[in-house]
């Protein structure tokens, strides 16, 4: 009798399509979470640089305002462009924003007004419209362009300061920003948006922040 022969060792499986597409997407993914946290660290620390310096204008960006009286949030930003000014930083103050149906005054208008009575020339002031950031500092982008500026030094709360700052630099200007250190925005609501900014400028990044605006309204 001849021996029995050797039995075949079972063929290795080759990998499946879905576990290959699985390993992708779980890199992916990885990849995306490292992007969205360096976001959100950059946001955090440009929230925590202050680059005041002397530049062609102070630029502020507009928040709520209620029958021309700023909201704490908006005069946290307004008190710290006047400490700017008084520093002779910039011959020149933008106050920027829109109002809503039914107001009587503008961001920009009560901005204005509370700038004038704490010291700055109403002359050394300019009102700039727009319903948001990007479009406020594309206003301030056009008066500057024709008056032949270029550099800014933007004011806003912490967790604003890294995207105004790259949509500034979208638009052409050369931009440094000044963080308010006493606006009521603290906390665990300050991280909330800290994130939710994170997650806008990674996008912005990728796509271009007026399409952004474009695609989300």
């Known amino acids: 009798m001849s021996a029995d022969p050797t039995p075949e060792l079972p063929l290795a499986r080759p990998r499946s399509g879905w576990r290959r597409a699985r390993r992708i997407a779980a890199i ?3 990849l995306l979470a490292l992007y969205f946290v360096v976001t959100l660290w ?3 620390h440009t929230g925590q ?3 005041a310096r002397k530049v062609d204008a102070i630029v502020v960006l507009g928040a709520a305002q209620y029958d021309g009286r700023p909201s704490d949030v908006l ?3 307004l008190d710290h462009v006047v400490e700017l000014w008084d520093r002779g930083l910039a011959p020149l103050v933008f106050t920027t924003g829109a109002n809503r149906p039914g107001d009587r005054f503008t961001e920009a208008q009560a901005s204005a007004n509370y700038l004038v009575k704490r ?3 109403k002359d050394h002031i300019v009102q700039v419209g727009g319903d948001t950031s990007y479009d ?3 206003g301030v982008r056009d008066v500057m362009r024709g008056r032949g500026l270029h550099s800014v030094l933007l004011v ?3 967790y604003h300061s890294l995207r105004i700052r790259l949509v500034a630099q979208e638009l052409g200007l050369t931009a440094y920003v000044s ?3 006493t606006s009521p925005v603290r906390g665990w609501y300050e991280f909330e948006l800290d994130a939710k900014e994170a997650g806008g400028i990674a996008i912005g990044r990728i796509i271009g922040f007026d399409r952004l605006l474009r695609l989300t309204g």
Do not use: F, I, M, N
């Open 28 to 30: 992916v993914a990885g």
């Open 42 to 44: 950059q946001v955090r």
């Open 49 to 51: 640089t202050d680059q």
């Open 75 to 77: 005069a946290a930003r």
């Open 119 to 121: 010291g700055v020339p």
């Open 136 to 138: 406020e500092l594309r």
């Open 156 to 158: 806003s709360d912490r």
């Open 179 to 181: 963080p308010t250190t």
